[in-house]
């Protein structure tokens, strides 16, 4: 029996019911003999983490658009929140810790430089429109490893494909808003957790806010700190869904109604601010010019995307513009549109 074969024992020794067990996996698209070390979900987290596109997360907006300071988010810091908070919660309840994790450090590849704000201006320029969940399955898909994709698993891809929200549902009602797997409907809620914490907290250190703007009500019941406001979403969320032994997943009215509460704040009073706003505006600009550049000059581009995909100029340019980190952006567009200084020889 190879070691692999022992955790997939374990597994099934020790999960919950309701878990999605490595050795029930439903494939890859493209099937590959199994490991003798890694279970699949561990060898797709591992494939997600050593990929070009987790690596450009460290310089992708979170909120604050290419920040000098040291302790702002960025798009990679807040999916390794993302992880922490869903693996808490899936060891808690007994689910695949492995397969949570691979989904959310997946979840984010496909985002775009500078943010929503970046998201928004693909999605009017772009004729097929964009999301940057699905943007994230193409590039698992297709865009690593030169046009090969990362062949990951259909439940990885799933969770990866499932975790957006915007302004909608923490928990979906309908069905075919969820992910297949308990583990991917636990990315979707701790990818809100983290954000609506750690977007507070960027706003108050970078002063958009003050903390006596956060609503008393918000504040008395989630917590008056960071840390607290974590522990009260996700010890709720724990409880709750183990009161309802796992045939869902749930918060308390009380707990939801104030974490709804705080995102709505969060989009009124930092999202949607006047500060954020016209530094959206610019970065907009920015990305409207170089589609409109790279459109009229896509040989350009074709030494950065997979060959299989040339026929169509707009998917091309999209692929590229939002595989770019934000400093890449505004560095192409400085070469591109702005004077250069003379160099004297």
């Known amino acids: 029996m190879t070691i692999r074969e022992q955790t997939e024992d374990i597994e099934k020794t020790i999960l919950h019911a309701k878990a999605c067990l490595s050795s029930r996996s439903r494939g890859r698209l493209k099937p590959e003999k199994e490991g003798e070390i890694r279970t699949c979900f561990q060898r797709d987290?591992?494939?997600?983490?050593?990929?070009?596109?987790?690596?450009r997360l460290k310089h992708k907006t979170q909120v604050f658009l290419a920040p000098r300071g040291d302790h702002y988010r960025t798009r990679l810091t807040h999916v390794l929140e993302v992880s922490q908070i869903a693996r808490t919660i899936a060891r808690a309840l007994r689910l695949n810790e492995d397969l949570t994790e691979a989904i959310?450090?997946?979840?984010?590849?496909g985002h775009t430089p500078f943010g929503h704000a970046g998201?928004?201006?693909?999605?009017?320029?772009?004729?097929?429109?964009?999301?940057?969940?699905?943007?994230?399955?193409?590039?698992?898909?297709?865009?690593?490893?030169?046009?090969?994709?990362?062949?990951?698993?259909?439940?990885?891809?799933n969770g990866i494909v499932t975790?957006?929200?915007?302004?909608g549902l923490i928990i979906p009602e309908n069905r075919g808003d969820k992910a297949d797997t308990l583990e991917g409907q636990i990315v979707r809620v701790s990818d809100?957790?983290?954000?609506?914490?750690?977007?507070?907290?960027?706003?108050?250190?970078?002063?958009?806010?003050?903390?006596?703007?956060?609503?008393?009500?918000?504040?008395?019941?989630?917590?008056?700190?960071?840390?607290?406001?974590?522990?009260?979403?996700?010890?709720?969320?724990?409880?709750?869904?183990?009161?309802?032994?796992?045939?869902s997943l749930h918060m308390s009215e009380e707990i939801s109604a104030a974490t709804y509460a705080l995102r709505d704040f969060l989009f009124d009073s930092v999202?949607?601010?006047?500060?954020?706003?016209?530094?959206?505006?610019?970065?907009?600009?920015?990305?409207?010019?170089?589609?409109?550049?790279?459109?009229?000059?896509?040989?350009?581009?074709?030494?950065?995307?997979?060959?299989?995909?040339?026929?169509?100029?707009?998917?091309?340019?999209?692929?590229?513009?939002?595989?770019?980190?934000?400093?890449?952006?505004?560095?192409?567009?400085?070469?591109?549109?702005?004077?250069?200084q003379w160099t004297v020889l």
Do not use: W
């Open 45 to 55: 987290r591992d494939r997600i983490i050593h990929s070009k596109s987790f690596r």
């Open 104 to 109: 959310a450090l997946g979840h984010d590849l």
């Open 119 to 157: 998201e928004n201006i693909l999605r009017e320029i772009h004729p097929g429109g964009f999301d940057h969940f699905k943007q994230s399955l193409r590039v698992v898909d297709f865009l690593e490893n030169s046009g090969e994709g990362l062949n990951l698993t259909y439940e990885v891809r």
């Open 163 to 167: 975790h957006s929200k915007g302004k």
């Open 192 to 247: 809100i957790f983290a954000y609506v914490n750690h977007d507070l907290d960027d706003a108050l250190r970078a002063g958009v806010i003050k903390k006596t703007d956060i609503p008393k009500k918000i504040m008395k019941v989630l917590g008056d700190s960071h840390s607290r406001r974590i522990d009260t979403m996700v010890k709720d969320f724990i409880h709750q869904s183990i009161k309802a032994h796992l045939e």
């Open 271 to 340: 999202y949607e601010s006047g500060k954020i706003i016209n530094e959206f505006k610019k970065a907009k600009k920015v990305l409207r010019d170089l589609y409109a550049y790279y459109l009229e000059h896509i040989e350009e581009v074709y030494m950065h995307i997979p060959k299989k995909e040339k026929v169509n100029k707009h998917r091309i340019v999209c692929d590229f513009i939002a595989g770019m980190t934000d400093r890449f952006a505004l560095m192409t567009y400085e070469k591109l549109f702005l004077p250069q």
